[in-house]
């Protein structure tokens, strides 16, 4: 069953009186819908309740007969009203859920801020990582306010992994080689970027509309293409809804609007049920660190609020450095803030202007690192990564159809993407110019959205797929060199080899000495998406490759 998101239908709640649960039902298993998860919706006239914005309803039994309420990693909201009147309760009170984890479980209690959103609603979001019962006591800055401090709630968490929202867990630096992404579940998790600068409004920048299904298409088609990861704007001075709901009341950075934020939910939550994590930049161009420190503070607990129960990672903003407004030390604060408010530690990066640009690149959790050309070189990968001891990112290239040479034919896409991955990147984030930035494309007035699946989306479903062959281990690779001729070796040394042509030249050697005995493999034709029959090479110091033609790439394993 896939889980509703607020893009779809309303989601049901789970009732919580003074100290036990009591389902209400919700449409998934034959109750009433319930109004709580719907946009714009006022909840101060309901009950205050927990939501469990997966499964919901009656919850489940495990293997060993115990009720449990959710799944490991699936987002919780609980939903409460404030007892005391606030002017502003976005810059006037904050609450924070202390979080106490399963005896036993080896998680530490951990705090996570709760936000405002509305009337006199607030709200908890958070993720269960272990099996067993949580309880969560509310801590309000404002202690006479008995709707949001000193309450308790309780709940249990299955064994299981949540299928829907984090069937691996959420997202981390591999702590084994420090250049590659991993799981919680120990999964290597490989980056396929989409570029969705401002889609998570309607409007910006004077663009023609994106509607929800519109988002609902983007994600959709990208999951199945093998795409892991949008990036996205969570504010910009620009967007906004076609009703003129901004994300904040007349852009003044102390006037939030639960309405509009309610709708972003809803965006995210779809992307992150269809398995793509989310990469949420603070602003664009950096314009947020024009605000005093205290509002830009604000802003992070605000995000981090909302969205780090999903799974998500978060930014300084595009191109951040761009505006003039920030500073190392205003990213620095960034990093530190959103490090410390958020409990599960989501990776954070800077994205700069400049091609090739790193900005605090040792205190960055990954390089996002921009070049904005087409001449993306194989070594950049190596040495970026291997120089900087985190994981490198292409952040962003020329976009596919943007009018600058080549970028019309696919092959730029697939020349692109196959030199950063085997160079030994954690990942690539590819764009289209139609569906970046539409007004300068082919179809000015409108999204087509048949550019999610044309030549070049193709491209990067090909390499996905290939790169996640059962067997084939491109995180352990340490061996990168650059043949010459349009011609690249990729390899764990004495275990597994790669090898990619981009050009019709012939036989070449390469020097295979550090393997033993025989390899073999087979060459996959990428302009063709086929694979040929086995071959096998005789590893020695002037091992002959002979591939079958341009754009073949062959994994090599030592035979038993």
Same mark, same amino acid.
């Given at each position: 069953?896939?889980?509703?998101?607020?893009?779809?239908?309303?989601?049901?709640?789970?009732?919580?009186?003074?100290?036990?649960?009591?389902?209400?039902?919700?449409?998934?298993?034959?109750?009433?819908?319930?109004?709580?998860?719907?946009?714009?919706?006022?909840?101060?006239?309901?009950?205050?309740?927990?939501?469990?914005?997966?499964?919901?309803?009656?919850?489940?039994?495990?293997?060993?007969?115990?009720?449990?309420?959710?799944?490991?990693?699936?987002?919780?909201?609980?939903?409460?009203?404030?007892?005391?009147?606030?002017?502003?309760?976005?810059?006037?009170?904050?609450?924070?859920?202390?979080?106490?984890?399963?005896?036993?479980?080896? +998680?530490?209690?951990?705090? *996570?801020?709760?936000?405002?959103?509305?009337?006199?609603?607030?709200?908890?979001?958070?993720?269960?990582?272990?099996?067993?019962?949580?309880?969560? @006591?509310?801590?309000?800055?404002?202690?006479?306010?008995?709707?949001?401090?000193?309450?308790?709630?309780?709940?249990? #968490?299955?064994?299981?992994?949540? /299928?829907?929202?984090?069937?691996?867990?959420?997202?981390? &630096?591999?702590?084994?080689?420090?250049?590659?992404?991993?799981?919680?579940?120990?999964?290597?998790?490989?980056?396929?970027?989409?570029?969705?600068?401002?889609?998570?409004?309607?409007?910006?920048?004077?663009?023609?509309?994106?509607?929800?299904?519109?988002?609902?298409?983007?994600?959709?088609?990208?999951?199945?293409?093998?795409?892991?990861?949008?990036?996205?704007?969570?504010?910009?001075?620009? +967007?906004?809804?076609?009703?003129? #709901?901004?994300?904040?009341?007349?852009?003044? /950075?102390?006037? &939030?609007?639960?309405?509009?934020?309610?709708?972003?939910?809803?965006?995210?939550?779809?992307?992150?049920?269809?398995?793509?994590?989310? !990469?949420?930049?603070?602003?664009?161009?950096?314009?947020?660190?024009?605000? /005093?420190?205290?509002?830009?503070?604000? =802003?992070?607990?605000?995000?981090?609020?909302?969205?780090?129960?999903?799974?998500?990672?978060?930014?300084?903003?595009?191109?951040?450095?761009?505006?003039?407004?920030?500073?190392?030390?205003?990213?620095?604060?960034?990093?530190? $803030?959103?490090?410390?408010?958020?409990? !599960?530690?989501?990776?954070?990066?800077?994205?700069?202007?400049?091609?090739?640009?790193?900005?605090?690149?040792?205190?960055?959790d990954f390089l996002l690192i921009q070049y904005y050309t087409r001449d993306v070189s194989y070594a950049e990968s190596t040495t970026s990564s291997r120089d900087n001891g985190r994981p490198f990112v292409v952040g962003e290239t020329w976009y596919y159809h943007?009018?600058?040479?080549?970028?019309?034919?696919?092959?730029?896409?697939?020349?692109?993407?196959?030199?950063?991955?085997?160079?030994?990147?954690?990942?690539?984030? !590819?764009?289209?110019?139609?569906?970046?930035?539409?007004?300068?494309?082919?179809?000015?007035?409108? !999204?087509?959205?048949?550019?999610? $699946?044309?030549?070049?989306?193709?491209?990067?479903?090909?390499?996905?797929?290939?790169?996640?062959?059962?067997?084939?281990?491109?995180? @352990?690779?340490?061996?990168? +060199?650059?043949?010459?001729?349009?011609?690249?070796?990729?390899?764990?040394?004495?275990?597994?080899? *790669?090898?990619?042509?981009?050009?019709?030249?012939?036989?070449?050697?390469?020097? =295979?000495?550090?393997?033993?005995?025989?390899?073999?493999?087979?060459?996959?034709?990428?302009?063709?998406? #086929?694979?040929?029959?086995?071959?096998?090479? +005789? #590893?020695?110091?002037?091992?002959?490759?002979?591939?079958?033609?341009?754009?073949?790439?062959?994994?090599?394993?030592?035979?038993?």
């Open positions: 069953m896939r889980i509703p998101s607020s893009l779809d239908q309303p989601i049901g709640i789970i009732a919580i009186g003074a100290a036990s649960w009591v389902a209400t039902g919700c449409d998934d298993h034959g109750g009433h819908a319930d109004a709580v998860g719907q946009v714009g919706v006022d909840a101060d006239a309901q009950a205050d309740s927990v939501r469990d914005v997966g499964s919901g309803g009656d919850g489940d039994t495990d293997a060993n007969g115990q009720h449990t309420d959710c799944d490991r990693y699936e987002p919780v909201e609980i939903v409460v009203s404030s007892a005391t009147e606030y002017g502003n309760p976005y810059v006037d009170v904050t609450l924070t859920a202390l979080v106490t984890p399963p005896a036993g479980s080896g +998680e530490s209690p951990y705090r *996570v801020p709760g936000f405002w959103d509305g009337g006199s609603t607030w709200r908890v979001r958070f993720a269960p990582r272990e099996a067993g019962t949580y309880v969560v @006591t509310l801590e309000c800055s404002n202690p006479s306010d008995s709707g949001l401090h000193g309450r308790s709630f309780s709940f249990t #968490a299955s064994d299981r992994f949540s /299928p829907t929202w984090a069937p691996r867990g959420f997202v981390h &630096v591999d702590p084994t080689t420090t250049y590659y992404f991993t799981s919680d579940d120990g999964t290597p998790f490989l980056w396929v970027g989409d570029t969705a600068w401002i889609n998570l409004y309607e409007r910006a920048w004077d663009q023609p509309i994106f509607t929800d299904a519109n988002w609902r298409a983007l994600c959709d088609h990208r999951s199945e293409q093998g795409f892991t990861v949008v990036q996205s704007v969570v504010y910009n001075d620009s +967007e906004h809804w076609d009703d003129g #709901a901004r994300p904040f009341v007349d852009d003044d /950075p102390d006037r &939030v609007h639960p309405t509009s934020w309610q709708r972003v939910d809803g965006r995210v939550q779809y992307a992150v049920q269809r398995g793509l994590m989310m !990469y949420l930049m603070t602003s664009s161009n950096g314009m947020h660190f024009a605000w /005093p420190e205290e509002q830009r503070e604000r =802003l992070y607990r605000y995000m981090v609020a909302r969205y780090a129960a999903y799974n998500v990672a978060f930014g300084g903003g595009e191109e951040v450095d761009r505006g003039g407004f920030g500073s190392d030390e205003a990213y620095r604060h960034m990093i530190e $803030t959103l490090h410390t408010l958020d409990p !599960y530690r989501r990776l954070v990066a800077l994205h700069a202007e400049g091609v090739g640009t790193k900005i605090l690149p040792g205190e960055v943007n009018g600058k040479p080549g970028m019309n034919d696919p092959v730029t896409i697939r020349e692109m993407a196959w030199r950063i991955f085997l160079g030994g990147a954690a990942g690539y984030t !590819y764009g289209h110019m139609g569906l970046v930035v539409p007004t300068a494309s082919s179809h000015p007035d409108r !999204y087509d959205m048949s550019d999610l $699946t044309d030549e070049s989306a193709e491209e990067m479903r090909r390499i996905a797929a290939w790169l996640r062959q059962p067997g084939l281990a491109w995180w @352990t690779f340490s061996r990168f +060199e650059d043949l010459g001729s349009g011609r690249y070796l990729t390899a764990r040394p004495g275990h597994q080899y *790669v090898i990619m042509t981009e050009r019709d030249d012939g036989i070449f050697n390469v020097d =295979l000495s550090d393997a033993p005995g025989t390899l073999s493999g087979r060459w996959y034709d990428i302009a063709a998406d #086929a694979y040929g029959d086995t071959v096998t090479v +005789e #590893a020695t110091a002037s091992a002959t490759i002979d591939p079958p033609g341009p754009w073949h790439v062959i994994r090599l394993d030592i035979e038993p």
